[in-house]
């Protein structure tokens, strides 16, 4: 586990040079790229969600691109378009700015589902078809995307199905007083992002998150996670609760935070701890509890003290 804890001791404190006072934000979203996951956060405006995922993008040795969604933008500005050659007579494709191993997709939900959806399958399959023609992407592919849960004119909610593609949503919130005095001090002549340097090659990233996959999980351990998740599908306030794809995003985020905390194996203490930031966003709350301002959060609160946590269990000899 040396291989995983001295990257995320490299990408961390580098990350730290631009997000102050955020330190479980910043590991948050280390366990989605260790996990070949793809984070949303949300957040209200001046928070720092688009300079957190370009410090997480400058930190690691891969290519990386911006879309900035917008309401008239269309599918083929971001997967790409192809293109008639007037002197090969033949169509080519001029792939779009999808094509990255970091794709930071911000303000993503002011663009239309149409445009929205385009994403799906580069998420979930890591490739893009255009014009009947597959093509794959780079290994690695993380998209990292920004949205503003406060400012609904000229937005569009994502859907049931983009949410689920996450693997982490992560709200980073105000700064506490200190560190936002530091805040002030760190960007009195220019901003930190405009100098901040590769810290990993992407060889390590590809040997960590290789190291994450190894980390053990006892029976008792994935019991408890899928009790977790069947109880938000019978939970009295969720109209559609945390899917199959939830269950393994809690999974695989607790091996990876096992890992950072230099542990080979799962505690229940790691599935506590990850199980709002990987499962509430995929919960869709019923219309009457959403009358009662039921929030998702509360809900697996609710579920993780009514859940018997596993006990320790002798090994067998």
């Known amino acids: 586990m040396e291989v995983v804890k001295h990257l995320a001791n490299k990408v961390i404190g580098n990350v730290e040079k631009v997000i102050i006072g955020k330190h479980e934000v910043i590991e948050q979203t280390l366990l989605a790229l260790l996990c070949q996951g793809h984070i949303l956060i949300e957040d209200v405006p001046g928070t720092g969600k688009t ?37 090969t007579r ?32 580069a998420m979930e399959e890591q490739q893009v078809t255009v014009d009947g023609q597959t093509y794959p992407m780079d290994d690695p592919f993380l998209v990292l995307a920004t949205q503003n849960p406060i400012e609904y004119e000229g937005t569009f909610p ?64 994935k019991d408890y996670i899928v009790n977790l998740c069947v109880a938000t599908r019978d939970h009295p306030d969720v109209y559609l609760g945390a899917s199959p794809r939830g269950s393994l995003a809690l999974y695989r985020t607790s091996q990876a935070l096992a890992a950072i905390r230099e542990r080979d194996y799962i505690i229940p203490d790691d599935i506590k701890a990850l199980a709002e930031p990987t499962l509430a966003h995929r919960l869709i709350i019923s219309p009457a509890a959403r009358i009662k301002n039921v929030d998702p959060k509360e809900v697996i609160y609710d579920i993780l003290s009514s859940i018997r946590v596993p006990g320790v269990r002798m090994a067998e000899r």
């Open 90 to 121: 033949e169509f080519e494709f001029r792939p779009g700015p999808v094509f990255a191993q970091i794709v930071l997709s911000d303000e993503i939900n002011r663009a239309t589902p149409k445009t929205q959806s385009s994403l799906l399958e």
């Open 158 to 221: 994502l859907p049931e199905a983009q949410l689920d593609r996450f693997m982490l949503r992560i709200n980073i919130g105000y700064p506490d007083k200190k560190s936002e005095v530091a805040i002030l001090g760190a960007q009195q002549f220019t901003h930190p992002i405009t100098t901040l340097e590769q810290v990993v090659t992407q060889k390590e990233l590809l040997e960590a998150q290789e190291a994450v996959k190894q980390i053990y999980a006892d029976d008792l351990i």
């Open 51 to 87: 300079i957190l995922a370009r410090a997480v993008a400058c930190s690691i040795g891969c290519t990386f691109r911006r879309i900035q969604f917008t309401p008239d933008m269309l599918p083929s500005d971001i997967t790409g378009v192809s293109v008639f050659n007037q002197k």
